[in-house]
């Protein structure tokens, strides 16, 4: 599962973006990435597993419920691939 969101443009400062993944991982786990950053500039990357879906499954949505209250809105993926 994956989502990315994009900040609307304020003046001339730089659009940001986030982006989250939910993915099992090869140890029955789950895996919740979190990329953010300026589009066409420096990203951070965050790894975070659980054991659990529904506990990752929570994370993820806690996760993309916060930056949905900051103002970013969903958009499609750059690139037209949405992801499974």
Same mark, same amino acid.
């Given at each position: 599962?994956?989502v990315?969101?994009?900040?609307?443009?304020? @003046?001339?400062?730089?659009?940001?973006?986030?982006? !989250?993944?939910?993915?099992?991982?090869l140890?029955?786990?789950?895996?919740?990435?979190?990329?953010?950053g300026? #589009? @066409? @500039?420096? #990203?951070?990357?965050?790894?975070?597993?659980? !054991? !659990?879906?529904?506990?990752a499954q929570?994370a993820?949505?806690?996760a993309?419920?916060?930056?949905?209250?900051? @103002?970013?809105?969903?958009?499609?993926?750059?690139g037209?691939?949405?992801?499974?």
């Open positions: 599962m994956r990315y969101l994009r900040q609307p443009p304020i @003046g001339t400062a730089p659009l940001r973006y986030v982006q !989250l993944t939910l993915a099992p991982d140890f029955g786990g789950w895996e919740l990435v979190r990329e953010s300026e #589009i @066409g @500039g420096r #990203i951070q990357l965050r790894r975070e597993q659980y !054991l !659990l879906q529904e506990e929570r993820f949505d806690k993309r419920d916060s930056q949905l209250k900051r @103002g970013y809105e969903i958009t499609p993926a750059p037209g691939d949405d992801g499974p």
